[in-house]
């Protein structure tokens, strides 16, 4: 199974970055992904999960409105578009693959976003 993530980058206050997740070597169509998140000296927190059925949740309230997680089932690809980027929200960004509740099996490598 991989999980690779790419559309990271630097960005200045208030710009926009779209990251993409493409997997290979899992059901993708019947796996719920999600996104987490690592700033510097912080844990690593979970952004938001997109349901195989293409429902999506976001967790992190600073993150509401400006984020929108979605997926592509024919390209085995799952998106996450941020709008009004901070300098808070740098951090490495990780796309995973959901099991049961709270529960992640795979990982991907992550992609820096910096925000100045």
């Known amino acids: 199974v991989q999980l690779v993530e790419s559309g990271g980058g630097s960005v200045q206050a208030g710009g926009s970055l779209r990251l993409s997740c493409t997997a290979s070597?899992?059901?993708?169509?019947?796996?719920?992904m999600g996104w987490f998140r690592q700033a510097p000296g912080k844990e690593r927190e979970g952004i938001a999960t997109?349901?195989?059925?293409?429902?999506?949740?976001v967790y992190v309230d600073t993150l509401k409105g400006r984020l929108t997680a979605s997926r592509d089932n024919a390209k085995n690809t799952v998106y996450l578009q941020m709008l009004s980027l901070r300098p808070e929200d740098t951090a490495v960004y990780y796309c995973?693959?959901?099991?049961?509740?709270?529960?992640?099996?795979?990982w991907g490598r992550g992609t820096q976003v910096t925000v100045s």
């Open positions: 997109i349901m195989s059925a293409g429902s999506t949740n």
């Open positions: 070597g899992l059901a993708f169509s019947n796996s719920s």
């Open positions: 995973v693959r959901s099991t049961m509740g709270w529960a992640f099996d795979y």
